[in-house]
């Protein structure tokens, strides 16, 4: 009998109620901490963007102060980048991925709770600022540098919420590291299965942890650097020391590399739910897997497409544009096997189908508006316009948190043994669908008549734009309302899963080992039923 077979779900949460959710070591129930911590803090970060596209509704700087504008684009990005998607990734790989690779459990389940709950903490010094204001604290304000930190700015700044900051995203990037590196022990060391049978999520996650074991370190050497400087006098990033040049670099080198830390599981996302709503089997598994890894590899050769406008040398903005357009052709081969999956498959459109689809459409309109920034006489048009602006959200909302929609919906059932309400789920795809349409695609129209990025006020003629992205943007945040609504309904009392093949995937041997751990479980936790009993009559997914 394997490990997959074993009576493997064991509660390891041996304490009621709140207590057991702080001692657990269940990787099951680190898993729902994650995601519950992701989406919070992402909600808070939607919720600085709403603050400020409100206060681009006017030309001038009449709803917040330009400052309180810089202050809130710096936290949005923080926020939605190191303590959104992240954690939300890494809750969902915790609770499938074991059950995937046929482990028991995470390789170190403590190390597995510690990686957590140093979240919490990294988040209080990330958003100090944000808890300052709140509490009334005048000597600590959010950092209004952007959240690339370039300096002379951040060095020069006398802001204690900035130093704070640095020293929560310092600690987030442990936390980040602990949890690669359990996952890809387990995936290593505790799968059953063979390479050539291994799930493509598992294999995104196992690329993932290693992007991250390599890039992180870099980030947090240069914020260490860059709290020296601004504490005790050095000159990392000092005109007379290395320059401020050279933070770009070592922050750069660090921040493409995150990009796909970001976009890779969402990529491994959509291969696994593709097939399993297409009747068909994943078209080309191994090239999907090669580019996954073809992708970890080159984005660590691209960074210096960030700096084409920082005069570098032109044969070295060559090298580069040359490479970033060469780490567009594994992505391609993951759209091209994700529609030749769908090709003649019997597709049914469920909700996470509908939002796999959306996924592929933003992103190949993120993917190829980013083609025409790797080319550097375009890049130097539009580096530093909306265009950019709306280019890189098309692929980080419209691909990435399509695809983590996309995974909520299918393991709902898994995470909270109930179903959701499928109407207010295809409500909140649509009114998502046309709000980031009309607010990302109206970005890049505004970046190609030329408006700069990054400015509280600007020209009267393109007040219309601005307030079209608003209009938008809003939409998207009432579409996350309807989605909270759902979850936290549905999870309270929603329909109870009293199959675990909630989505017909058996037929198609689409059951793939998650759900038959699953399966297991309900069956060790049913009651003895009537033996006429009619499986037709149970609640499922099939409509939804």
């Known amino acids: 009998m394997t490990r997959e077979e074993s009576p493997t779900d064991v509660d390891r949460r ?6 057991g959710w702080l001692t657990t070591l269940d990787h099951r129930d680190i898993g729902v901490l994650y995601v519950v911590f992701g989406v919070a803090a992402g909600l808070l970060g939607g919720l600085d963007a709403l603050l400020l596209r409100t206060g681009l509704l006017t030309p001038a700087a009449d709803v917040w102060e330009a400052g309180t504008y810089d202050e809130l684009f710096t936290t949005h990005g923080l926020t939605m980048l190191f303590l959104f998607v992240t954690p939300v990734t890494f809750g969902l790989a915790n609770r499938v991925v074991p059950s995937l690779v046929g482990a028991r459990e995470m390789a170190f389940p403590r190390l ?13 010094l990330v958003r100090a600022g944000t808890v300052a204001d709140v509490f009334g604290v005048g000597s600590i304000t959010p950092p209004a540098t952007g959240w690339t930190f370039y300096p002379p700015l951040s060095t020069v700044s006398t802001n204690v919420g900035l130093d704070c900051t640095l020293l929560g995203l310092h600690l987030s990037g442990v936390a980040t590291m602990l949890g690669a590196a359990n996952l890809a022990v387990t995936v290593v060391a505790e799968r059953e299965v063979g390479w050539h049978r291994l799930d493509v999520f598992s294999w995104t996650m196992l690329a993932t942890s290693g992007l991250v074991l390599v890039a992180f370190p870099v980030l947090g050497t240069a914020l260490v650097c860059l709290l020296a400087d601004r504490n005790l006098g050095t000159t990392f990033f000092a005109v007379e020391g290395g320059g401020p040049l050279l933070w770009q670099h070592l922050f750069w080198f660090f921040g493409h590399p995150e990009v796909y830390i970001l976009a890779l599981p969402p990529m491994g996302i959509l291969s696994h739910l593709i097939p399993k709503f297409s009747g068909r089997e994943l078209f080309g598994y191994e090239y999907i897997v090669y580019s996954t890894l073809a992708i970890a590899v080159l984005s660590f050769g691209v960074w210096a497409h960030h700096m084409f406008t920082t005069g570098i040398d032109p044969r070295i903005r060559a090298s580069f544009m040359a490479v970033t357009l060469a780490i567009a052709l594994p992505s391609a081969v993951k759209v091209f096997n994700w529609l030749a999956t769908m090709w003649g498959g019997n597709i049914r459109l469920t909700v996470p189908m509908l939002f796999c689809v959306g996924a592929i459409g933003n992103f190949v309109l993120g993917g190829v508006t980013g083609v025409f920034l790797a080319a550097v006489p375009v890049d130097l048009v539009y580096h530093g316009t909306y265009y950019v602006v709306g ?10 948190v399509f695809a983590l929609f996309a995974a909520c919906y299918f393991w709902f059932p898994l995470f909270t043994g109930r179903l959701f309400d499928p109407t207010l789920a295809r409500a909140h795809f649509w009114l998502t669908t046309v709000g980031v349409a009309v607010t990302f695609l109206t970005m890049l129209a505004l ?18 734009f601005h307030q079209v992205i608003t209009l938008g943007a809003f939409l998207i945040g009432f579409a996350q309302v309807l ?7 549905s999870w309270r009392a929603g ?44 609640p499922t997914h099939r409509d939804r």
Do not use: C, I, K, Q
């Open 483 to 489: 989605w909270v609504w759902n979850v936290v309904a």
């Open 112 to 124: 597995n709770a510690v990686a957590f709950w140093l979240l919490p903490p990294a988040f209080l």
């Open 14 to 19: 041996t304490l009621p109620g709140a207590f």
């Open 495 to 538: 329909p109870v899963v009293e199959s675990a093949d909630v989505w017909d995937l058996r037929e198609n041997g689409g059951l793939t080992r998650e759900w038959r751990a699953f399966e297991r479980r309900l069956a060790a936790e049913a009651p003895d039923t009537d033996a006429e009993d009619d499986p037709a009559d149970r």
């Open 391 to 400: 280019h890189f959200h098309l692929v980080l909302v419209g691909m990435v």
């Open 447 to 464: 970046g190609a008549a030329g408006l700069p990025r990054r400015m509280a006020t600007y020209p009267v003629r393109f007040a219309g």
